[in-house]
């Protein structure tokens, strides 16, 4: 069974950092691309990140290009998301989402089958 959980959510302060961690089971990580979403209030799910099975292209929404960073670790089949300069419109329930197997370029939506249960990020002025 496959199963991701999300951590490092939280409350931060605007300008500050957070780091998300997904930790995987029952799947071989490294065979996967993976992705984050992120889901606020009264909103959709949209597309935050994502990055190939063995990290050499990664993908950003233009929200958070140049502040956000996914990277992976096979070794300890892990996901993460480094989030800087938080701002309060990146409130929201992030979610580790893995593919199914490569994604298109941009990836979507439809490439991710699992997901987790997500990770709350506050961020208040």
């Known amino acids: 069974q496959v199963q991701l959980v999300e951590s490092g959510g939280g409350l931060a302060q605007t300008g500050g950092s957070l780091t998300l961690s997904c930790a995987t089971s029952?799947?071989?990580?490294?065979?996967?691309?993976m992705g984050w979403f992120r889901q606020a209030p009264g909103k959709e799910r949209e597309f935050v990140a994502a990055?190939?099975?063995?990290?050499?292209?990664?993908w950003y929404s233009d929200a958070v290009k140049g502040r956000f960073t996914i990277s992976r670790d096979n070794a300890k089949n892990t996901l993460y998301l480094q989030l800087n300069s938080l701002k309060s419109e990146d409130t929201a329930v992030y979610y580790c989402?893995?593919?199914?197997?490569?994604?298109?370029?941009?990836?979507?939506?439809?490439?991710?089958?699992?997901w987790g249960q997500g990770t709350q990020v506050t961020v208040s002025s």
């Open positions: 989402t893995k593919s199914q197997g490569e994604t298109g370029d941009p990836p979507a939506a439809w490439d991710f089958d699992t």
């Open positions: 029952g799947l071989y990580f490294r065979n996967y691309a």
């Open positions: 990055i190939t099975w063995n990290g050499h292209t990664t």
